[in-house]
């Protein structure tokens, strides 16, 4: 029974490390810009699909795959930022109504290039390693450990970085820092560059773990969502302590009833949230 | 005067935001009849004790009652349908409609709030010729006819903040909760506005409530007035009792306000 | 001048009525009908758009219609005319009952709420498997009759469709016009004065989601009968984006706007039938486009076409 109970603990902390990385950027890019980003699963699915072009068909080193996946990503982020969002910034019904569209467009673009079937990618690593009758795949363990080592970068930059410590003023009181010299149309720029290339590092380093298809990016948005309700929108401890919290409680609820009863717990808690917690489980409430 | 009925009375209000008392244990009573002002230094908690008579938001403790009947829990709609009528500190209009759509507004939702008029209020063209009337009327009355018909969003800021007045009389209250009715006013406008609410009252038997900042204009045209210090009551009295009274004045120099401005 | 109105109306309500019986071309019909179904849908968006809350659950609640009629035919037997009362009635039952708690949350939340609302709709179709049939749906739903005309004949499907299209219409127009009308405007302008003038702001939204979730209902009351089977797929959030999709590119300032949307829209799919992903792509690319240069839809561009005309 403890095995089983560290076991689910196990997976749930490898899916957590996941949703934590789709949060993050889905949380920042709305406390930034007050934007609800419904294509972040779409940029997920960027990651996947690049990866899949440069390390099984250009046959690039995959780590390298990653490394540029995620920095097309946060290149293609960048330019719809700068093309279309950046005059929704604030106004955020319109907003979330332009990235529903771009989430249709970017779809509808992958189909048409890479076709609608599922296609899968050779894993970089294999084989399962036992840890006192944990059961642990090993690929799913360089994902976590890749996520981790993302995360505390992340950290670092938002905590010592120049540009990091202006993104939170700017989350945090945006007349402020204008007043302080901090232009926000840059950090606008940087933060969802940087959003997007968390959800597409996350695309990326999956891909080799599940199908890759133009549709893969839409449970990942779901679960972004959850996690950020969870934590409160816009806050970025909260995505961390939310992905956590989702991960493991689905992992569980998976293990003993099944994943759609997982998934309807998670919205009826979104729900509750919503409702008497809106600042999130983290955050004050208002 | 102090032999009219009460209206509007408060007793040991109190409000909290988390463990701050904002507004401790106020009470007191408007008579009919009265224009009765609210000062009192920044901070002191005129806002919050404005918000808790509109039922903007709930009081912690205590009661408020309008006509014997209380209205702590009735909310701002609930507030208004007992005939109280407030105005807003900033300039708050329809902007996209005209002027006069403006007013219309005010006596159509005055009408609605009270159920037993609800059988007048149809398409009836009596009841349209009904609510070109008191625009009419109510036009005249603020001054505004000539402005008539333009966008409420286009006006003047102390075009607006007369046109918020307007609407609130059209909504036909019989007494009036007005939130710093010359805040970003010019001495003029200022002046202008002042005698605009002692007509509301001389001419059309309104009943006011102001909280203000300016202490001049409160001076001028309350019967009574309350100070507020730190969330409570420092003073209740007629404005010459008040001007001299040492306490309100060491509450305001405090406050680097001079009493005897304008 | 007003009676040219008329004439043209007139006209314009007989050609919509009979067209299909000279027009013997099932597959256009088919169209006419989706037009006039997802005009029915987008007007009841529309409602919630013109107090400013966007719902992302309408698709659910058409779903819960569409179940309903489903149901309440196959399950307890009854006749069609019921089972479609029903799918409105539960329709505007569920909105009744989840409006006062949804309703007070405003801007972005109420969106995020709603869209969690109709994913717990929709899996609860799929996870219900004894009632609701899991993610197959329900097969053979009767089709509708009425009067004891069965409509397997897909011009008087249109027809249903039509009259729900128009009825829904009219009823907008009226509603937009009257002081109810002049009171969902002040909601989305100024709540705050508006309450402060005595409007029970929550009791107009109530009423405005009871006959927006309504008029979803019916729509799913009609689809289950149209292609008699319902599966959770048809009712997720991206049905509720379709909407918004209508609305935006039509124009929310009017009931017409919205008409020309769904006219527009609707029949797309049909110009790219071979590659469906270049209709998504161009629908997509559209609503960019839309958001980006025409805020105020197709009909605020008519409008500017026309007022520039007048300026002459």
Same mark, same amino acid.
């Given at each position: 029974?403890?095995?089983?109970l560290i ?49 099984s ?104 970085a ?20 901090i ?5 606008y ?12 590092? @996350? ?34 401890p ?15 609820? @998976?293990?003993?009833?099944n ?7 998670s ?20 | ?14 409000k909290?935001?988390g ?39 709930p ?15 009735l ?11 407030r ?25 609605l ?25 109510v ?9 008539r ?5 286009? &006006?003047?800021?102390?075009?607006q903040?007369t ?11 019989? *007494?009036? &909760? ?25 001419e ?29 009551? &420092? ?14 004045i ?8 001079? &009493?005897? *401005?304008? | 001048?007003?009676?040219?109105k ?28 989706m ?27 058409? =779903? ?25 009635v ?20 109420f ?12 899996l ?23 009067? =004891? ?11 249903m ?45 109530? /009423? ?24 959770p797929?048809a ?19 009017s009931?017409? =706007?919205?008409?020309?949307?769904? /006219? ?8 790219f ?8 792509l ?31």
């Amino acid at each position: 029974m403890l095995q089983l109970l560290i076991q689910i603990l196990m997976n749930g902390l490898m899916m957590g490390l996941v949703y934590i990385m789709m949060a993050l950027g889905f949380t920042l890019i709305f406390g930034i810009m007050r934007i609800v980003n419904f294509a972040h699963g779409e940029f997920y699915m960027l990651g996947a699909m690049a990866v899949m072009l440069l390390f099984s068909t250009l046959g690039i080193n995959y780590f390298a795959a990653v490394l540029l996946a995620a920095i097309i990503v946060a290149v293609i982020g960048m330019v719809i930022e700068r093309l279309l969002l950046r005059q929704f910034v604030g106004r955020e019904l319109n907003g979330m109504i332009m990235t529903l569209a771009i989430a249709i467009t970017l779809k509808a673009g992958a189909t048409i290039i890479f076709g609608p079937q599922e296609m899968s990618i050779p894993r970089p690593v294999s084989g399962v390693t036992n840890i006192a009758g944990i059961l642990i795949p090993n690929d799913r363990m360089l994902v976590g450990a890749i996520a981790i080592a993302i995360l505390v970068l992340f950290y670092f930059f938002l905590r010592y970085a120049r540009a990091g410590l202006a993104m939170r003023a700017v989350a945090q009181d945006w007349e402020a820092a204008a007043l302080q010299g901090i232009r926000p149309q840059r950090i606008y720029l940087l933060s969802f560059g940087i959003g997007c290339a968390l959800a597409g590092l @996350a695309g990326a380093l999956m891909a080799p773990i599940y199908t890759v298809s133009p549709f893969i990016g839409e449970v990942p948005m779901l679960k972004a969502f959850i996690v950020v309700i969870l934590g409160g929108l816009g806050s970025l401890p909260g995505a961390v302590v939310g992905g956590l919290l989702l991960g493991v409680v689905e992992a569980g609820v @998976a293990t003993f009833i099944n994943t759609t009863v997982a998934t309807m717990v998670s919205f009826a808690l979104v729900v509750v949230i919503l409702l008497f917690r809106p600042a999130g489980l983290m955050g004050q409430s208002r | 005067m102090t032999d009219n009925p009460i209206m509007l009375e408060l007793s040991g209000v109190t409000k909290q935001f988390g463990g701050l008392t904002a507004i401790g244990d106020v009470s007191f009573s408007t008579r009919k009849g009265e224009i009765f002002g609210i000062i009192g230094p920044n901070g002191a908690g005129k806002s919050t004790l404005f918000n808790l008579i509109t039922g903007t938001f709930p009081a912690t403790k205590g009661n408020i009652t309008y006509k014997g009947e209380s209205i702590s829990k009735l909310g701002p709609e609930g507030v208004a349908a007992k005939g109280i009528i407030r105005t807003f500190q900033s300039a708050t209009v329809f902007g996209n409609k005209s002027l006069q759509e403006n007013i219309r507004l005010g006596y159509l939702f005055g009408q609605l709030s009270v159920p037993r008029r609800f059988a007048d209020r149809s398409l009836l063209s009596s009841a349209r010729e009904m609510a070109e009337t008191v625009t009419d009327d109510v036009l005249s009355f603020c001054g505004l006819a000539d402005d008539r018909h333009r966008m409420a969003g286009e &006006l003047a800021y102390g075009v607006q903040k007369t046109l918020g007045v307007a609407m609130a009389i059209a909504a036909g209250p019989t *007494q009036m &909760l007005m939130d710093e009715p010359a805040a970003g006013l010019n001495p003029v406008e200022t002046r202008e506005m002042g005698e605009l609410i002692r007509r509301i009252r001389a001419e059309r038997g309104i009943d006011v409530v102001l909280v203000e900042h300016d202490v001049g204009m409160v001076t001028r045209i309350c019967d009574r007035i309350l100070v507020l210090d730190r969330g409570k009551v &420092l003073a209740i009295d007629v404005p010459e009792v008040i001007q001299k009274h040492p306490d309100v004045i060491e509450a305001y120099l405090g406050a680097d306000i001079d &009493l005897h *401005q304008v | 001048m007003k009676t040219w109105k008329i004439l043209a109306g007139l006209v314009l309500a007989v050609a919509l009525v009979a067209w299909p019986f000279f027009v013997e071309n099932r597959f256009l019909i088919h169209i006419a009908t989706m037009v006039c179904m997802y005009a029915l849908l987008a007007l009841s968006m529309n409602l919630m758009l013109r107090i400013g809350q966007l719902s992302l659950a309408h698709g659910a609640i058409m =779903g819960i219609g569409a179940y309903t009629s489903a149901l309440v035919m196959m399950s307890l037997g009854f006749p069609f005319a019921v089972g479609f009362l029903l799918s409105g009635v539960v329709g505007g039952l569920v909105s009744l009952i989840i409006g006062p708690i949804l309703l007070r949350i405003r801007g972005v939340y109420f969106v995020l709420l709603t869209f969690a609302f109709g994913e717990i709709v929709l899996l609860t179709f799929i996870e219900w498997v004894d009632v609701f049939g899991g993610v197959n749906g329900i097969f053979g739903v009767p089709r509708a009759q009425i009067f =004891g005309f069965v409509l397997k004949d897909k011009a008087l499907s249109y027809l249903m469709a039509l009259a729900m299209a128009a009825g829904g219409f009219f009823l907008l127009r009226a509603i937009y016009r009257s002081e109810f009308g002049a009171i969902m405007e002040t909601l989305e302008d100024d709540e705050d004065l508006a309450r402060s003038l005595g409007v029970n702001a929550m009791a107009y939204r109530l /009423a405005v989601f009871v006959l927006s979730g309504a008029m979803a209902g019916f729509a799913g009351g009609f689809y289950a009968s149209y292609f008699t089977f319902v599966s959770p797929g048809a009712f997720n959030f991206w049905a509720a984006v379709n909407l918004i999709v209508i609305n935006v590119l039509g124009g929310i300032a009017s009931p017409i =706007g919205v008409i020309l949307g769904a /006219a527009i829209l609707v029949p797309l799919p049909e110009l790219f039938r071979d590659a469906v992903q270049y209709q998504v792509l161009f629908y997509g690319l559209a609503l960019i486009v839309f958001l980006k240069f025409m805020p105020d839809g197709l009909y605020g561009l008519i409008g500017k076409i026309r007022g520039k005309r007048n300026d002459r």
